[in-house]
T-cell receptor
Framework: GNSVTQMEGPVTLSEEAFLTINCTYTATGYPSLFWYVQYPGEGLQLLLKATKADDKGSNKGFEATYRKETTSFHLEKGSVQVSDSAVYFCALSDNTGFQKLVFGTGTRLLVSP | DAGITQSPRHKVTETGTPVTLRCHQTENHRYMYWYRQDPGHGLRLIHYSYGVKDTDKGEVSDGYSVSRSKTEDFLLTLESATSSQTSVYFC??????????????FGQGTRLTVV
């Protein structure tokens, strides 16, 4: 079945450092890929998405590129802020039309001033 | 913010008792979902609905049932709660435009503790 693997955390960075959170997936067909973010005590919010190979999703300085050849969708940001501290989830959706999401285990990011 | 309300937000219940969680949306989205979030597992799909009275099982459906009698309401029932069902439960909606792979919006979550 479909699955998503992402790096374990926590990832601890200083403000303005470069961020990479790795995500790889296993899926049949051509899934859509997503990054969701969860701030403390809240639900998940969509951060960015890509629906086909070589697409780049971007939002709020974060970006990720859909790499079919390596089955990856790594999240990057050039300069993190304290306010980026949250849990980040990589997810995929198959194209059955029901838009069911399969999530990775989540990576906690802690950014210190 | 998408209009999704989960109730209750917190609940403590005893083993063996029935529990119903409610998800209410004001967005008229077609699809509704129940996920549970557990450390080391991320979020896992319990059940989903693709229309009124149209539901199907997800990855971890054992011990749960759902109902959707109106577009706006999706109920999750634990017929006889067990400690393994202690978790944070999230409702999500999607499919506002009917297009595939549109954004899923999540509720604030319900923290359920079974003692």
């Amino acid at each position: 079945g479909n699955s998503v693997t992402q790096m374990e955390g926590p990832v601890t960075l200083s403000e303005e450092a470069f961020l990479t959170i790795n995500c790889t997936y296993t899926a049949t067909g051509y899934p859509s890929l997503f990054w969701y973010v969860q701030y403390p005590g809240e639900g998940l919010q969509l951060l960015l998405k890509a629906t086909k190979a070589d697409d780049k999703g971007s939002n709020k300085g974060f970006e990720a590129t859909y790499r079919k050849e390596t089955t990856s969708f790594h999240l990057e940001k050039g300069s993190v802020q304290v306010s980026d501290s949250a849990v980040y989830f990589c997810a995929l959706s198959d194209n059955t039309g029901f838009q069911k999401l399969v999530f990775g285990t989540g990576t906690r990011l802690l950014v210190s001033p | 913010d998408a209009g999704i309300t989960q109730s209750p937000r917190h609940k403590v219940t005893e083993t063996g008792t029935p529990v119903t969680l409610r998800c209410h949306q004001t967005e008229n989205h077609r699809y509704m979902y129940w996920y549970r979030q557990d450390p080391g597992h991320g979020l896992r799909l319990i059940h989903y609905s693709y229309g009124v009275k149209d539901t199907d099982k997800g990855e971890v459906s054992d011990g749960y049932s759902v109902s959707r009698s109106k577009t706006e309401d999706f109920l999750l029932t634990l017929e006889s709660a067990t400690s393994s069902q202690t978790s944070v439960y999230f409702c999500a909606i999607s499919g506002g435009t009917g297009a595939p792979n549109t954004e899923a919006f999540f509720g604030q979550g319900t923290r359920l503790t079974v003692v």
